[in-house]
């Protein structure tokens, strides 16, 4: 079964920065695209970024570009997220998600973005 | 970018009602469209991909059609576990969208 575990959530300051983590197992973590998606309290689902098996190909929704970074350890089987000049709109529960033509999904990690 | 509608955004049913749900796609795609499951405090899960492949596990109660622009997922029987929250997700073309969410209910 696929099993994948944020951790990394918490209070973060406007402008501040936070790094999601995401340990899976029960697969291949090699094999895989991996992905972030998150849900604003009470609002619907937003992809927010993509990176390949190895690494080498990233894409992001255009309101996290500049900001926030995808990368991943093979070796660790674990996915990051790495949020920068955080905002008040990116508060919302973030889900770690291998891509295998539809997402499977982590548990979330609440992030909220407050001063 | 491709945007994602859903209709309707809510929906009250019985059980054993037919039901469907519509996603309307702002421009022809190509069938990488996924249907997902949520229930509240829950993180979703898949239940079509491809627009009309069930995923393994799923009741056969559920299934999805459509091609081009508009694509739909139908519970043929509803049953007390189906009262949730229904998302539609396009993979054909980045940024990857989601649909706004159909909520099932009484």
């Known amino acids: 079964d696929v099993h994948l575990v944020e951790s990394g959530g918490g209070l973060v300051q406007p402008g501040g920065s936070l790094r999601l983590s995401c340990v899976a197992s029960?697969?291949?973590?090699?094999?895989?695209?991996m992905s972030w998606v998150r849900q604003a309290p009470a609002k619907g689902l937003e992809w927010v970024a993509n990176?390949?098996?190895?690494?080498?190909?990233?894409f992001y929704v255009d309101s996290v570009k500049g900001r926030f970074t995808i990368s991943r350890d093979n070796a660790k089987n674990s996915l990051y997220l790495q949020m920068s000049s955080v905002r008040a709109e990116d508060t919302a529960v973030y889900y770690c998600?291998?891509?295998?033509?539809?997402?499977?999904w982590g548990q979330g990690a609440r992030v909220t973005v407050s001063s | 970018d491709i945007q994602m509608t859903q209709s309707p955004s809510t929906l009250s049913a019985s059980i054993g009602d037919r039901v469907t749900i519509t996603c309307r796609a702002s421009?022809?795609?190509?069938?990488?469209l996924a249907w997902y499951q949520q229930k509240p405090g829950k993180a979703p899960q898949v239940l079509i991909y491809?627009?009309?492949t069930l995923e393994s596990g799923v009741p056969s109660r559920f299934s999805g059609s459509g091609s081009g622009t508009e694509f739909t997922l139908t519970i043929s029987s509803l049953q007390p576990d189906d009262f949730a929250t229904y998302f539609c997700q396009q993979s054909d073309s980045y940024p990857w969208t989601f649909g706004q969410g159909t909520k099932v209910d009484i």
């Open positions: 990176i390949n098996q190895d690494g080498g190909a990233k």
């Open positions: 998600a291998r891509w295998n033509g539809y997402f499977n």
């Open positions: 029960g697969f291949t973590f090699s094999n895989y695209y």
């Open positions: 491809q627009a009309s």
């Open positions: 421009q022809s795609m190509n069938n990488w």
